[in-house]
């Protein structure tokens, strides 16, 4: 289990990371294209996959281009949503977003929906909902302009999922996939700065860069260590999904009310321990 609980300290030191940015004046944008440099450079590394694969005709470049293409744009949502909304209520978002890729298995991969699961997408959508309550009636940061972003990553992610699943059915290497998505992910992201560039004056900054490797060498151990979870545990993938789930969900509750003191209000505590409920439903389902 070491390997789930540094996997699960990872995906939330990416928020606490994200969190910090505004603090440390970094720019968001610019640390998260320096973020994919370090993913790809550490998933040749590490992994070090052979992209003949990725030449041959089944290969699925259609969802490569559409992880590529979102993996950059939902991590800026994830972003704002950190400082909108706070750690504690993204990454319960975030992690609900399996609510769409398992209605997506029922509906699209012909998977038998049971009992059990159909409460627990019930119960995600409720918790979803108190979640991204609106503590703050005005248009402030927790107010009107930021209780969406919530939503926006939940939606996100869910998309992601899916597109990783059509991915996998398509039989591509795990590492080949890794590489070629986040290539293309670092692609779009040099795109979006240049245009920022040229349109905003924006200039790159070594503090930048230091905290986008930060970013990816945390991105890059949530999933290594998620996946040797796995591996060390092939008969228990059920214990692995609900203790990475589960565990994101609680340790971000805990960084995020106590590290950086985040207001919820009565509604969406009940909608994180109707969070930590649903995917215990799901995972044992």
């Avoid at 049971?114 to 409460?119: I, M, Q």
Wanted: hydrophobic residues 60%; contains cysteine.
């Amino acid at each position: 289990m070491i390997y789930v609980l540094m996997a699960v300290a990872c995906s939330v030191l990416v928020s606490v990371l994200l969190k910090l940015a505004r603090r440390l004046e970094v720019d968001v944008g610019q640390a998260i294209a320096w973020n994919y440099l370090a993913t790809s450079v550490l998933t040749s590394l590490v992994f070090h996959p052979s992209l003949a694969v990725l030449r041959s005709a089944q290969a699925p470049w259609l969802g490569f281009v559409g992880l590529g293409l979102l993996l950059p744009l939902i991590f800026l949502a994830l972003a704002a949503s950190v400082r909108s909304a706070g750690i504690v209520r993204t990454d319960a978002a975030q992690r609900l977003s399996l609510l769409i890729s398992l209605l997506a298995a029922f509906l699209l991969f012909g998977e038998s929906l049971t009992a059990a699961k159909g409460a627990g997408v019930a119960l995600g959508l409720l918790a979803l909902l108190c979640m991204v309550w609106r503590a703050t009636p005005n248009g402030g940061e927790n107010g009107a302009l930021g209780w969406h972003w919530p939503l926006v990553v939940f939606a996100g992610f869910g998309v992601i999922d899916i597109l990783f699943k059509l991915v996998a059915r398509a039989g591509t290497p795990f590492a080949a996939s890794l590489q070629a998505m986040f290539a293309l992910a670092l692609v779009v992201s040099v795109i979006l700065l240049l245009w920022r560039r040229w349109h905003d004056r924006t200039f790159f900054t070594l503090r930048d860069a230091v905290a986008g490797l930060l970013l990816g060498l945390a991105n890059f151990g949530n999933i290594v260590f998620y996946v040797r979870g796995h591996q060390a545990l092939p008969d228990h993938p059920s214990l692995v999904f609900a203790s990475m789930n589960l565990g994101v969900v609680a340790l971000g509750a805990v960084v995020g009310t106590v590290g950086f003191r985040e207001r919820l209000s009565a509604v969406n505590v009940i909608g994180l321990v109707l969070a930590l409920g649903a995917i215990g439903l799901i995972a044992w389902g």
